[in-house]
């Protein structure tokens, strides 16, 4: 994590112990943000397991929400929500923006540039930290390209999959023409 004063804290796992050592895999979406694309990009930086879906939201920041209401003497004025540190993965890139990119993509409904993180004027960019030494798990590495392969094979022949990917397309079109015609 990199504090609001620009520090580097490291969190180390107090119990480095693998409490399961079989085949993991993770789905995410547009949707999954902060504690999701931290425990995601962890798998995916060890090696443990294979991340599937779509592009994660792009959330990497900490943030502390301020209660205005204790310290406006009773008068109602909400809450204050304050970044204060960024997270960062093991290779020292952010999810900050970028999100998680999966290891085997589903298709998406929406551009992740339009609805994530990046889509807000306010976010904060995506940014690099030094990498931190790690030892990642050599077994699922070795299969992922296999794994791949046999997705794109698989959903290259299933007409239902080929109609949902047309049906997507025609979508984004239509929203598109939507979008333009508001504009």
């Given at each position: 994590m990199r504090e609001s004063d620009g520090s580097v804290k490291l969190i180390v796992t107090p119990t480095p112990l693998v409490a399961w050592d079989g085949p993991?895999?993770?789905?995410?979406?547009?949707?999954?943000a902060s504690a999701?694309?931290?425990?995601?990009?962890?798998?995916q930086d060890?090696?443990?397991?294979?991340?599937?879906?779509?592009?994660?939201?792009?959330?990497?920041?900490?943030?502390n929400?301020?209660?205005?209401d204790k310290v406006s003497g009773g008068e109602k004025m909400g809450q204050l929500t304050l970044t204060i540190a960024k997270f960062y993965r093991i290779s020292g890139g952010s999810?900050?923006?970028?999100?998680?990119?999966?290891?085997?993509m589903f298709p998406s409904?929406?551009?992740?540039?339009?609805?994530?993180?990046?889509?807000?004027?306010?976010?904060?960019?995506?940014?690099k930290i030094a990498s931190t030494a790690h030892q990642a798990s050599t077994g699922i590495g070795s299969i992922i390209t296999?794994?791949?392969e046999k997705h794109e094979a698989r959903t290259g022949k299933n007409t239902e999959y080929q109609y949902f990917?047309?049906?997507l397309e025609k979508s984004k079109v239509h929203r598109n023409k939507s979008i333009l015609s508001k504009s």
């Open positions: 993991v895999a993770v789905l995410i979406n547009s949707g999954s999701s694309e931290i425990f995601a990009a962890a798998i060890y090696g443990r397991g294979v991340i599937m879906g779509e592009q994660s939201f792009g959330k990497g920041t900490v943030q929400l301020v209660d205005l999810t900050q923006h970028k999100g998680v990119v999966p290891d085997i409904a929406f551009d992740p540039n339009e609805t994530g993180e990046s889509s807000y004027p306010t976010a904060l960019p995506w940014d296999n794994l791949i990917i047309k049906d």
